[in-house]
């Protein structure tokens, strides 16, 4: 049995490592992704490209900002952190937007239908609340935008919004992985590595805001 105090110790090493798993699988799953790809090789070619750029590494660098085990900028100070945060989650929504309007126009040319499959409708979806999302947030960067509102609800809002839209992307990428595109591309073990990177992001992504949420809680009573 392990004794109490080392209990701690244990628990921050395990969340550190599942930190920098995170780092390293969404970087590798991006990588991955560029390379069956090949971007600007095809119009379609930029949608699997920036799709997983936006919600795989994007997204999932701006919420690992706030990671109290595994943040690269864990020095910085938090207003700084939130500023990064909305630029990394905006350039997740501007890429997310054009690689939506890159497949759009790919399938009017070639006249197949759209948002025909989970994958397209989960997508399109996600893509609309990234967007709102990071409008959304204004007021967390300028209280003045805030009037009238907690500034304490309105993060508990934007954690819990911004919580079900990675889970969102994490499944839309997850349907990506199971495309005629993709399963055409790799096979075996090689396609199981890939599921896992976006499935593991979201489990640690869950646990850091759910974690993050309840510490706050706790301190209340």
């Not at 699997?48 to 690992?64: G, H, I, K, N, R």
């Not at 997740?92 to 309007?101: H, Q």
């Not at 996600?126 to 003045?144: D, E, F, M, N, R």
């Amino acid at each position: 049995m392990l004794h109490s105090e080392s209990e701690p110790r244990l628990y921050s090493v395990s969340r550190l490592l599942c930190g920098i798993s995170a780092h390293t699988l969404c970087a590798a799953f991006t990588v991955l992704i560029a390379a069956l790809a090949k971007p600007g090789s095809s119009l379609f070619s930029w949608h699997p490209f920036l799709m997983t750029l936006a919600f795989s590494f994007f997204m999932t660098e701006a919420v690992l900002l706030f990671s109290p085990h595994s943040s690269p900028v864990a020095k910085l100070k938090h207003p700084t952190k939130a500023r990064l945060h909305w630029i990394l989650q905006c350039l997740s929504a501007c890429c997310a937007a054009v690689g939506l309007g890159a497949i759009f126009y790919n399938k009017h040319l070639n006249g197949k239908p759209h948002f025909a499959s989970w994958h397209g409708l989960i997508g399109v979806i996600t893509v609309g609340v990234v967007v709102i999302q990071s409008v959304g947030a204004l007021p967390l960067l300028y209280h003045k935008l805030a009037k009238g509102w907690s500034l304490a609800k309105l993060k508990r809002y934007h954690a819990a919004s911004g919580l079900l839209t990675y889970l969102l992307g994490s499944a839309s990428l997850l349907l990506g992985t199971c495309s005629a595109w993709f399963t055409g591309s790799v096979s075996g073990y090689v396609w199981y590595l890939a599921a896992f990177c976006p499935t593991l992001s979201a489990l640690v992504v869950m646990s850091q805001v759910t974690n993050a949420y309840m510490a706050k809680k706790r301190l209340q009573y």
